[in-house]
T-cell receptor, first 114, second 115 residues
Framework: AQTVTQSQPEMSVQEAETVTLSCTYD???????LFWYKQPPSRQMILVIR??????QNATENRFSVNFQKAAKSFSLKISDSQLGDTAMYFC???????????FGTGTRLTIIP | DSGVTQTPKHLITATGQRVTLRCSPR?????VYWYQQSLDQGLQFLIQ???????AKGNILERFSAQQFPDLHSELNLSSLELGDSALYFC??????????????FGPGTRLTVL
């Protein structure tokens, strides 16, 4: 069974600082994607960023970037210049070719302090 | 706005009752997924439909069933409801044209409260 582990239940940082959320995953598959989803207080699940396992280059979306360490099965999310609107639960998730269900971690609750 | 719609937003009902949750996928998406988010179980995959047919099943109880209609909207039916079924139910959709992994986009969810 695939597993995704987020070891930081809660984090808080000052506005404008940089924060890194950790995620590790377990798989024997070779064709998979990894995702970070954000769930703000509205409870909507919003895609933040996606990383294809076959790509060596780390994905970047504006202030959001990942550090994908394939051998270590690590997939961390870096948020630069954090903003109050970044306050949310962040879920790491994996998806494997031929098994289209998302497997989620337990989430990290991030609070941005004004 | 992801383009995935879910109705109703909130549902309050009693134990033993039956409810139906509705989902409309993004335009052009063929696959619909249902997930349950509860405090004790986290986010769990329930079931996937592709172009009207069931494709994958997860931790879905026998009291729960789903279907996808010719217009590709989907319904999740929950029956003989128990207190523990109280949760946020998400629908997600993806293009799923085959041969590749597709990103799933989530609807706003339906919050079910069983009293």
């Amino acid at each position: 069974a695939q597993t995704v582990t987020q070891s930081q239940p809660e984090m808080s940082v000052q506005e404008a600082e940089t924060v890194t959320l950790s995620c590790t995953y377990d798989t024997s598959e070779s064709n998979y994607y990894l995702f970070w989803y954000k769930q703000p207080p509205s409870r909507q699940m919003i895609l933040v960023i996606r990383q294809e396992a076959y790509k060596q280059q780390n994905a970047t979306e504006n202030r959001f970037s990942v550090n994908f360490q394939k051998a270590a099965k690590s997939f961390s999310l870096k948020i630069s210049d954090s903003q109050l609107g970044d306050t949310a639960m962040y879920f790491c998730a994996s998806l494997y070719f031929g098994n289209e269900k998302l497997t989620f971690g337990t989430g990290t609750r991030l609070t941005i302090i004004p | 706005d992801s383009g995935v719609t879910q109705t109703p937003k909130h549902l309050i009902t009693a134990t033993g009752q039956r409810v139906t949750l509705r989902c409309s996928p993004r335009s052009g998406d063929l696959s619909v997924y249902w997930y349950q988010q509860s405090l004790d179980q986290g986010l769990q995959f329930l079931i996937q439909y592709y172009n009207g047919e069931e494709r994958a099943k997860g931790n879905i109880l026998e009291r729960f069933s789903a279907q996808q209609f010719p217009d590709l909207h989907s319904e999740l039916n929950l029956s003989s409801l128990e207190l523990g079924d109280s949760a946020l139910y998400f629908c997600a959709s993806s293009v799923d044209i085959g041969g590749a992994i597709d990103t799933q986009y989530f609807g706003p969810g339906t919050r079910l409260t069983v009293l």
